[in-house]
């Protein structure tokens, strides 16, 4: 019989007796039991409440994502501003950005919801609804007032306006931006494109072939190509930068883009992550360098001075113009739009031409007062 029975039936064993008062010996048992009780019970409830806490945290919301249409440079630093200076955060938001490698990775990955909010180019998606009827995407913010579309060429190659570009060799990267607008700036400048030799290469190869001679022409946005070409070290005296908005292109650039259901389901989170893009497009333009560190935590092969042009470039003939001086950041203008759609129609044949309000959503952006360019 074990000592602790024998004391519930017959008392202290008689040893016991001799050195231990009953008070203490009866008096640490109990202590011993009830402090045994009392683990066993916190053991039960910590087993119970733990799983419970990481189910909480597994139930915190996902960051919105984020796609951009190109590898980070100068022009996306506002977006990485607003995230690096906590104004996505001040708005209650997480953004994780993710580059693009095509101009239609935003659009595509937008409208599988693999990403809820894009930045890409309005025309491309004009086109790519017209191609997909049900595409969840809707434009909320204009940043590119006017598109950097361009044809970048060399004096030393004979080209030095739209014309001159029959009889030698365009270089149009197959995935760029630019490939669609080129048969309307060919159209619009008079340019027979039987005359003129195209030659499909890859983005990567774009300006060392012009650089090398190996074409004579290039199609890109200007502030990549242009200050690409002259990193490259080709005289800035024989680059020609014909941009397409100086010769007849009323088209718009890259926009904000989101899908249709966070734009139903959490439309404050659409205002909250425009107004903290506009405060990092302000403090890009105020700064470009302070702006571009951003991107050179990021990638230490950028180069500084060249990424600091690239933004001056784009803050010049891109982000303002005379439209967003009076209309504010973000804003469109239907007619000018609806002449854009009308622009494409005329080398793009559209199932359904759509209007301007079916492309872009003004009702995100924040009151005039707040989006002066000032």
Do not use: C
């Not at 017959?10 to 008070?23: I, L």
């Not at 242009?226 to 024989?238: A, C, F, N």
């Not at 301007?356 to 959503?361: H, L, M, P, T």
Request: hydrophobic share 45%; charged share 20%.
């Amino acid at each position: 019989m074990s000592t602790l029975s024998h004391i519930f039936r017959h008392g202290r064993p008689a040893a016991m007796a001799a050195t231990t008062p009953a008070s203490v010996t009866f008096a640490s048992i109990a202590f011993a039991i009830v402090a045994f009780v009392s683990v066993a019970f916190l053991i039960v409830a910590l087993i119970n409440v733990a799983p419970v806490n990481v189910t909480s945290a597994q139930a915190q919301p996902s960051p919105l994502r984020l796609s951009l249409d190109s590898r980070l440079e100068g022009p996306t630093a506002m977006f990485l501003v607003a995230q690096d200076r906590g104004y996505f955060r001040e708005e209650g938001l997480e953004i994780a950005i993710d580059e693009g490698t095509t101009p239609l990775d935003p659009i595509s990955r937008v409208a599988s919801g693999s990403h809820d909010i894009g930045f890409a180019d309005i025309n491309a998606l004009i086109k790519y609804r017209d191609q997909h009827p049900n595409t969840p995407i809707k434009a909320v913010f204009m940043v590119y007032n006017r598109p950097p579309y361009s044809i970048v060429s060399r004096k030393s190659r004979g080209v030095s306006e739209p014309k001159q570009l029959e009889g030698k060799k365009l270089g149009i990267p197959s995935n760029g931006n630019n490939l669609g607008e080129w048969p309307l700036f060919a159209k619009l400048n008079d340019i027979d494109v039987s005359k003129v030799a195209i030659e499909q290469i890859g983005i990567p190869v774009r300006v060392p072939m012009l650089a090398a001679g190996q074409i004579d022409a290039a199609l890109g946005p200007s502030f990549r190509v242009y200050v690409d070409l002259k990193d490259r070290g080709v005289p800035v005296e024989d680059i020609v930068l014909m941009q397409m908005a100086n010769y007849g292109v009323q088209l718009y650039g890259n926009a904000i883009i989101v899908n249709n259901k966070l734009a139903a389901d959490k439309p404050e989170a659409v205002s909250a992550f425009l107004r903290a893009s506009l405060h990092g497009l302000r403090d890009a333009i105020r700064n470009p360098g302070s702006a571009v560190d951003t991107l050179l935590k990021r990638d230490e092969g950028l180069k500084k001075d060249v990424e600091v042009e690239r933004l001056r470039m784009a803050i010049r003939d891109n982000f303002i113009t005379p439209e967003v001086r009076a209309n504010g950041f973000g804003a469109v203008d239907n007619a000018r739009l609806d002449e854009s759609i009308n622009q494409l129609a005329l080398t793009y044949t559209f199932k359904a031409k759509p209007k301007a309000e079916a492309i872009f959503d003004p009702s995100f952006l924040a009151p005039l007062a707040d989006r002066r360019a000032n």
